[in-house]
């Protein structure tokens, strides 16, 4: 168990290196304080926090699937998830039943 764990903490010290300080100081921090730090945005809803965003940064999230994009409310990671290719409809008693 301890080899595996030392080979995890040295595979993530290499890509850690490589990455923007800014970016590894965000992500360390959303890992930290919540479960899932990236998360799907599916019908402009962040499926961390089920808020609705706006429709233009939604837009911008599906458009740019190489441009890291933060949710506003809650700091996850997000990225783009089209409903209908995975089969997932929506949570029930979340925000998203409202925009239908």
Known sequence: ???????IKSEEEKYSS??????LFK???IIR????GVVP???????????ILP????NKVRREPDDI?????CSRIL???DKFEVGLGMVPGGLADLIE
């Open 1 to 7: 168990m301890s080899k595996k764990l030392d080979s």
């Open 18 to 23: 490589r990455m923007d300080e800014d970016f």
């Open 27 to 29: 992500f360390q921090r």
């Open 33 to 36: 304080n919540k479960s899932n």
């Open 41 to 51: 945005l599916i019908d402009s809803v962040c499926k961390g926090c089920h808020m």
């Open 55 to 58: 429709v233009e940064f939604a």
């Open 69 to 73: 994009k933060f949710c506003p409310y």
């Open 79 to 81: 990225y783009y998830q």
